[in-house]
């Protein structure tokens, strides 16, 4: 089982290099950890990117959050994607447990459709 975290990023400051430490500690399973980079230019991309399991895929400019998640989880073919905020702070075992969680109940709780289907053609 492959797992990728996605965040986004624009300019996150210290707050990235805290959710990548806190990160390293939440889980004991190898990440994909993918960057989609709004156009960050504080540096804090590219110091995070020296990092062996994080990819940066830049977005082409501040392209807005939903999009630049979609971006960022296409970069990736993991079998299980997290996404989260540049911000949180993970709990040492937290994505463990989340993870464990997804696996007692692997149905996952999301909604898609087709482009130009009906909001009525949803399936859940």
């Known amino acids: 089982m492959s797992i990728a975290v996605v965040t986004v990023t624009y300019s996150p400051g210290e707050a990235l290099t805290t959710f990548l430490d806190s990160l390293d500690k939440a889980t004991v399973e190898p990440l994909?950890?993918?960057?989609?980079?709004?156009?960050?230019?504080?540096?804090?991309?590219?110091?995070?990117?020296?990092?062996?399991?994080?990819?940066?895929?830049?977005?082409?400019?501040?392209?807005?959050y939903g999009r630049a998640v979609n971006v960022?989880?296409?970069?990736?073919?993991?079998?299980?994607?997290?996404?989260a905020n540049p911000d949180v702070i993970w709990q040492p075992g937290s994505l463990d447990e989340l993870?464990?969680?997804?696996?007692?109940?692997?149905?996952?709780?999301?909604?898609?459709?087709?482009?130009?289907?009906s909001a009525r053609s949803r399936r859940c």
């Open 32 to 64: 994909d950890i993918v960057l989609a980079d709004n156009g960050s230019d504080d540096g804090s991309v590219e110091l995070a990117a020296q990092r062996a399991n994080v990819r940066v895929v830049p977005t082409g400019g501040n392209i807005g």
């Open 99 to 117: 993870l464990a969680a997804a696996g007692r109940w692997p149905r996952p709780a999301r909604c898609a459709h087709s482009a130009g289907s």
């Open 72 to 83: 960022g989880v296409s970069a990736t073919h993991a079998d299980i994607v997290v996404i």
